[in-house]
């Protein structure tokens, strides 16, 4: 079945970088857009940023432009979430997305997510 695995969550004083990766198995990985979400507990989960199935588009959301950057490898199907000058606002815990739609099919998938947590 269809796995995707988030890795490289942590603690990080604010100001700090981290980055994200999420490795995906038993899907054709380049056919997937691929987006990264996140869930404070008590918030609604929110959509960080996405990049198309050919890596040429991407997108995020305005809390996150231009600290953010989010890559993929379509040859190691996997996706990056480099996340620099973090913000006790940023601390969540990060959801890596699968999602390809071929109406009137929309194939999602979802990882397990991995703790973000900003503080000094």
């Known amino acids: 079945q269809v796995q995707l695995v988030e890795s490289g969550g942590g603690l990080v004083q604010p100001g700090g970088s981290l980055r994200l990766s999420c490795a995906a198995s038993?899907?054709?990985?380049?056919?997937?857009?691929m987006n990264w979400w996140r869930q404070d507990p008590g918030k609604e989960r929110e959509l960080v940023a996405t990049i198309s199935s050919d890596g040429q588009t991407t997108n995020y959301a305005d809390s996150v432009q231009g600290r953010f950057t989010i890559s993929r490898d379509n040859v190691k199907n996997t996706v990056t979430l480099q996340m620099n000058n973090l913000k006790a606002e940023d601390t969540a815990i990060y959801y890596c997305?699968?999602?390809?739609?071929?109406?009137?099919?929309?194939?999602?998938?979802w990882g397990q997510g991995t703790q973000v947590t900003v503080s000094s």
């Open positions: 038993k899907l054709t990985f380049s056919a997937y857009m």
């Open positions: 997305n699968a999602r390809r739609v071929i109406a009137p099919t929309d194939l999602t998938y």
